[in-house]
């Protein structure tokens, strides 16, 4: 019987020292009012998810400060840095060699979909900080528009990977439990980064 509980125990294990290490980051806040209510603002007005959004753009509101493109810049880093966290706790699952053939698969489908994920919102920051570099908006309206389309394409490319990476789990399991908060709360934020995307640059 000991030897049947080690697997639930472990996996348990896993999902305590993930949170653990999550709840170790402490709330910086910021000191810059203008951009506190910039950043409430934007996000109550346009996101699905605004008390997300608020708690993870709040603690950059002096470097946000009022500029729409810093606001959409950290928010898809963010996000990034989100997707990269439950990649990371899905790898660890993919470790454990009491997996059935279903759950292993849907993992390493799981995977697959993160990673893409997370070179989109890369492709899209990239591309973001290019405009600005090069005040592509001012000098190539025409360039500033194909980039900015672009970003916006990789973004919602990245929110379809983050929303269908459950579908390789037919059932539903502790291994698909365990997952599914990781990647719903990945997938949350990059929507967040989304609608803030389409709202601010255009």
């Known amino acids: 019987m000991a030897r049947e509980a080690e697997p639930r125990f472990s996996l348990l294990m896993i999902l305590v020292l993930y949170v653990g290490t999550g709840a170790a980051t402490k709330y910086q806040p910021s000191s810059d009012h203008d951009g506190i209510v910039f950043v409430k603002t934007s996000c109550n007005s346009t996101t699905l998810y605004p008390n997300l959004c608020m708690q993870s753009l709040l603690p950059y509101a002096t470097q946000i400060h009022q500029s729409p493109r810093q606001l959409v810049l950290f928010a898809l880093s963010v996000s990034k840095s989100r997707t990269r966290s439950a990649k990371t706790f899905v790898s660890k699952l993919k470790e454990r060699k009491n997996l059935k053939p279903r759950e292993y698969e849907g993992i390493a489908e799981c995977l697959n979909q993160m990673s893409d994920s997370m070179y989109y919102l890369g492709k899209s920051v990239r591309q973001l900080r290019k405009t600005k570099a090069k005040g592509q908006r001012q000098a190539n309206g025409k360039d500033y528009s194909r ?4 970003a916006k394409a990789w973004v919602n490319a990245a929110l379809t990977d983050d929303e269908t990476c459950l579908d390789g789990f037919a059932d539903r399991t502790l291994v698909k439990d365990l997952i599914h ?8 934020h990059t929507s967040n980064a989304l609608a803030l995307l389409n709202k601010f640059v255009y």
């Open 147 to 150: 980039r900015t389309s672009a």
């Open 181 to 188: 908060s990781k990647i719903v709360n990945a997938a949350q």
